[in-house]
């Protein structure tokens, strides 16, 4: 199966600061799903990427298909930005894998 | 419904008894996953149906881990003779897959099962 990694695995940041956050896939991939987990544990949706690039406020994130890689930018980083950011793959009508997440702090 | 729904939101359980989760998924949604989260760690896959089959139940840690999906619709995870490394949080998320492609992740706020 799909093989998912992410990297840094914990991150501190002062608030203001911006941050990467990279996910690594080991084979080609229809779907990729970029989510943060709250401290009261929701998941949240932030992207769906496959391939391309988005950008909803503060946060963006690219997907190189063909170098499967996956990044997250979170710029102006704010106290709220804190949790457990994962990221899934997977293809068309296979189970979704995760990766082991990157945990989040910012601190004021 | 607006939302994947899940029930109980905490469930707190002696050992050896049996419990039942429950998940209502986004309407129309044909695919339906578990997941399990112990305390600070990432997701672990339990089991994937579409439709009403469970092509893939690779990750139920043991026989004593069930689910099944009637209507394509509700989803029932059982959990027999409950021991205490079953405390975790099970996940339930839902998707409507558009071909291979296209296919987009929804969680519900999960289940809290403390095992006594």
């Known amino acids: 199966g799909i093989q998912v990694e992410q990297s840094p695995p914990d991150l501190i940041l002062q608030e203001g600061a911006n941050s990467t956050l990279r996910c690594n896939f080991s084979d080609s991939v229809n779907n990729l799903q970029w989510f943060h987990q709250n401290p009261w544990g929701q998941l949240i949706n932030l992207f769906y990427i496959p391939s391309g690039t988005k950008q909803n406020g503060r946060l963006s994130a690219t997907t190189v298909a063909t170098e499967r890689y996956s990044l997250l930018y979170i710029s102006s980083s704010q106290t709220t930005d804190s949790g457990v950011y994962f990221c899934?793959?997977?293809?068309?009508?296979?189970?979704?894998?995760f990766g082991t997440g990157t945990k989040l702090q910012v601190i004021p | 419904g607006a939302g994947v729904s899940q029930s109980p939101s905490n469930k707190v359980t002696e050992k050896g008894k049996d419990v039942e989760l429950r998940c209502d998924p986004i309407?129309?949604?044909?695919?339906l996953y578990w997941y399990r989260q112990s305390l600070g760690q990432g997701l672990e896959f339990l089991i994937y149906f579409q439709g009403n089959s469970a092509p893939d139940k690779s990750g139920l840690p043991s026989d004593r881990f069930s689910a099944e999906r009637t209507g394509g619709s509700v989803s029932t995870l059982t959990i027999q003779r409950t021991q205490q490394e079953d405390s975790a949080v099970y996940l339930c998320?839902?998707?409507?897959?558009?071909?291979?492609?296209?296919?987009?992740?929804?969680f519900g706020s999960g289940t809290q099962l403390s095992v006594l």
């Open positions: 899934a793959a997977w293809g068309g009508y296979q189970k979704v894998t």
């Open positions: 998320a839902s998707s409507t897959p558009q071909g291979p492609t296209n296919e987009k992740l929804f």
């Open positions: 309407s129309g949604h044909t695919a």
